[in-house]
């Protein structure tokens, strides 16, 4: 796919060339119990799976192509949350609204199947948590309320993240799987995947197959920034929640602009997570890997990270 410029986009690259990230992370708080936020300076990127990736990482043959295919995305600048939304920061904004969240969320019973159950909410997500942990059991509308009510407290346009804004925080400048090397043994340094220490939780058996053969130390979510941060400063773009965006669901590339504004064509009842869970295999936290879940889902491995425009 060749990707024509415009003469305004040809100067705006030109400019974000030079900007280029700073070494430094910047970042920004609109209010006391505000989500952190740091600034990237936007770019151009390669958006998508490179060919053979999705075979190398293990991704099953029916989920491949979603990735796909490879095009160039031009990025403004943008704030994006340096870490996940906690408990602690959706608390002040429950307090402050009475917002009604839902009743019920989404968890795996003890036969290893997922299942909805009533009385579990973000509040109960059926493992202890922290406050500085990731909010979990929101579903999409309720994280889109979050982000409005920042607007409406900050006087500044909070929202949730576009897939190609929320890609090119993850890649953070690199172009492979992740921003980081890894392999069976290394992956659980740098990221909160299902692994041993899950198996154990769940008294399964220890499947390396499917948990890995090391431990992370957090069988559920774990405290925000407890892994090392990207290139670009930002903590579990990969692993410990999936992450909302605002797209609409495609089941690929295919189609969508060379810019970093959200897909409102597709399954819009649908919309695309990103990033893989706690409970996951590592092929799914990959900056590439495409998931869906209906905008009313509710799941203890689904949270959000807000972004700010300028």
């Not at 280029?20 to 505000?34: A, H, S």
């Not at 290394?186 to 939780?201: E, K, P």
Request: aromatic residues 12%.
């Amino acid at each position: 796919m060749v990707l024509r410029l415009t003469a305004s986009a040809i100067l705006f690259v030109a400019a974000t060339a030079a900007w280029g990230q700073p070494t430094g992370t910047t970042t920004v708080r609109d209010c006391p119990t505000c989500p952190e936020m740091v600034l990237l300076r936007g770019g151009v990127f390669t958006m998508g799976a490179q060919a053979g990736e999705e075979e190398r990482e293990g991704v099953p043959a029916n989920m491949r192509g979603r990735a796909q295919p490879q095009r160039q995305v031009i990025v403004p600048p943008f704030l994006i949350g340096r870490f996940e939304v906690t408990r602690d920061e959706f608390t002040e904004y429950f307090r402050a609204t009475r917002q009604r969240t839902d009743n019920a969320c989404w968890a795996e019973g003890s036969d290893g199947k997922r299942y909805e159950y009533r009385g579990l909410t973000w509040r109960k997500p059926g493992f202890p948590q922290t406050g500085r942990d990731p909010i979990v059991c929101i579903n999409w509308f309720e994280a889109r309320a979050f982000t409005g009510w920042l607007t409406k407290i900050t006087g500044r346009r909070y929202r949730l993240p576009s897939e190609a804004e929320w890609e090119y925080a993850a890649r953070a400048g690199s172009t492979g799987p992740r921003p980081f090397a890894a392999d069976a043994t290394t992956f659980c340094g740098r990221a909160n995947v299902g692994d041993q220490s899950l198996a154990d939780a769940y008294k399964h058996r220890r499947d390396t197959a499917r948990y890995g053969v090391c431990s992370d130390g957090f069988p559920f979510t774990a405290p925000v920034g407890s892994f090392p941060p990207n290139a670009f400063g930002l903590h579990d773009m990969l692993g410990n929640v999936w992450e909302w965006t605002e797209d609409c669901w495609n089941p690929t590339h295919d189609g969508a602009a060379p810019d970093h504004r959200p897909r409102y064509a597709g399954e819009c009842d649908k919309r695309v997570v990103r990033g893989g869970g706690w409970f996951n295999e590592p092929w799914r936290s990959t900056s590439t890997f495409r998931f869906r879940d209906s905008s009313g889902h509710n799941g203890n491995m689904l949270g959000f990270r807000v972004v700010r425009d300028p």
